[in-house]
């Protein structure tokens, strides 16, 4: 069964609108983290979240993190074309345990 | 300074043949991992060197999948014989610290077996 899963799948807005994703995982973790990905290009790292921390920003990215619920959200403001992509969260327990991706959610930004 | 590359880019091979990937890590960084994506699916964690260690190999689906990290620098995967269902990106990662600190990832090797 997938550590991570992310929710919705698919999603499609218009250029300006914000977009929220939201990942959901099983067990304990150490950090969670997301990643994003053009097509056809590598992973890029977008952010990092402890299991401790609650919220974090990165210029217009903002994620939650949720233990309790075993939850994390992505939410990024104000959209550009640009952040078309799928957007993966991925999870780790600490040590040298691996990380572990969830399915994605493919985003799609409407000019 | 240069980041996570990987070679080939795409491999189009027939059932049965062996392909050689390559993944040449961020100088310095002593984790490197593969992972794999098929059909659309989630991403999933193959092996995890340390220098050229096999830190967890728990993720390599079978004996036709090896793995080597000579020296520490760069690695292969070898796929031999392969088949349909191998076929999918293999992304490279590379990380100084271990334990899920941030890895930095390459553009992947698309595989297509025929």
């Known amino acids: 069964s997938q550590q991570g899963e992310e929710d919705p799948q698919a999603l499609s807005i218009q250029e300006g609108e914000n977009a929220t994703m939201n990942c959901s995982y099983k067990?304990?973790?150490?950090?969670l983290q997301w990643y994003r990905q053009n097509s056809g290009r590598g992973l890029v790292h977008l952010i990092l979240i402890r299991s401790n921390e609650r919220e974090k920003h990165s210029g217009r990215l903002r994620v939650t993190l949720d233990t309790s619920k075993k939850s994390s959200s992505l939410l990024i403001t104000a959209s550009r074309a640009a952040d078309t992509a799928s957007y993966f969260c991925a999870t780790d327990t600490g040590g040298y345990q691996k990380v572990t991706f969830g399915t994605g959610t493919k985003l799609q930004v409407i000019p | 300074e240069a980041g996570v590359t990987q070679f080939p880019s795409h491999s189009v091979i027939e059932k049965g043949q062996t392909v050689t990937l390559r993944c040449d890590p961020i100088s310095g960084h002593d984790n490197l991992y593969w992972y794999r994506r098929v059909m659309g699916k989630e991403i999933k964690f193959l092996l995890h060197f340390v220098k050229e260690s096999k830190q967890d190999e728990s993720g390599m689906p079978n004996n036709r999948f090896l793995a080597e990290r000579t020296g520490g620098t760069y690695s292969t995967l070898k796929v031999q014989p392969a088949e349909l269902e191998d076929s999918g990106v293999y992304f490279c990662a590379s990380s100084q610290f271990t334990g899920g600190r941030e890895q930095f990832f390459g553009p992947g090797t698309r595989l297509t077996v025929l």
């Open positions: 067990t304990s973790i150490n950090n």
